[in-house]
């Protein structure tokens, strides 16, 4: 009975290469979350998909950040050309529905821009 | 816009009993999470309030007063395991958790 998978747990890359990070969210669950954590701070709102949708996206930067929840396979976070201050822990959540539904989140990936 | 509020740190002995108190202001409100973190790991889900009142759940109990915005979580006889992050976070809507910074317990012997 796996809880949510993110994969890599750890990724470093150098400004200006991308980062694709990954979530499969508990199985049978088809809202997924996806949260960032800055050092020091609390976690923050990205965006909120449901499959193949993208329902709220009012927390993510405009550029270079998108992100997909495609009808088979994980949801997929993307961030281009990464810079410093992308360097962060990002945490992906899902819920069998929207609402007042526990969201289970995964054990994060630590994003370190060199 | 939202703005949820917590103490940064709490320090307390073991067995003892800690209360992390959470005051918020939001724009709306669906309910408000309490959330356990520890260190590189996920967070973890313990309590929910929607309506006012105190739930509890073993050894750890939240309270809810929702018209002063308000809440706190208490952690009742102290393990070194509770050695965590608490992080309190309200849905204004339905889904989007709005997660103040967390309040770091340590537990000494």
């Known amino acids: 009975n796996a809880g949510v998978m993110q994969n890599p747990r750890h990724l470093v890359r150098r400004r200006g290469q991308e980062a694709r990070l990954r979530c499969s969210p508990v199985?049978?669950?088809?809202?997924v979350y996806w949260y960032r954590q800055l050092p020091e701070e609390g976690l923050k709102f990205m965006v909120y998909l449901q499959k193949e949708n993208i329902i709220d996206e009012s927390g993510m930067p405009k550029e270079r950040f998108s992100a997909e929840f495609p009808k088979e396979g994980p949801s997929i976070l993307r961030i281009q050309q990464v810079v410093r201050g992308d360097s962060a822990a990002y945490f992906c959540a899902s819920s069998p529905a929207a609402g007042q539904n526990e969201q289970f989140f995964g054990p994060g990936t630590r994003l370190t821009v060199l | 816009g939202q703005n949820i509020d917590q103490p940064t740190e709490m320090t307390a002995t073991e067995g003892a009993i800690v209360q992390i108190n959470c005051t918020y202001q939001t724009s709306g409100f669906n309910g408000l999470f309490w959330y356990q973190q520890h260190a590189g790991e996920a967070p973890t889900f313990l309590s929910y309030n929607v309506l006012d009142g105190l739930e509890e759940k073993g050894r750890f109990s939240s309270f809810l007063s929702r018209s002063k915005g308000y809440s706190y979580l208490l952690l009742k006889e102290l393990q070194m395991k509770d050695s965590a992050s608490y992080l309190c976070?309200?849905?204004?809507?339905?889904?989007?958790?709005?997660f103040g910074a967390g309040t770091t317990v340590t537990v000494r012997a």
């Open positions: 199985k049978g669950h088809s809202h």
């Open positions: 976070a309200v849905t204004p809507y339905g889904y989007k958790l709005s």
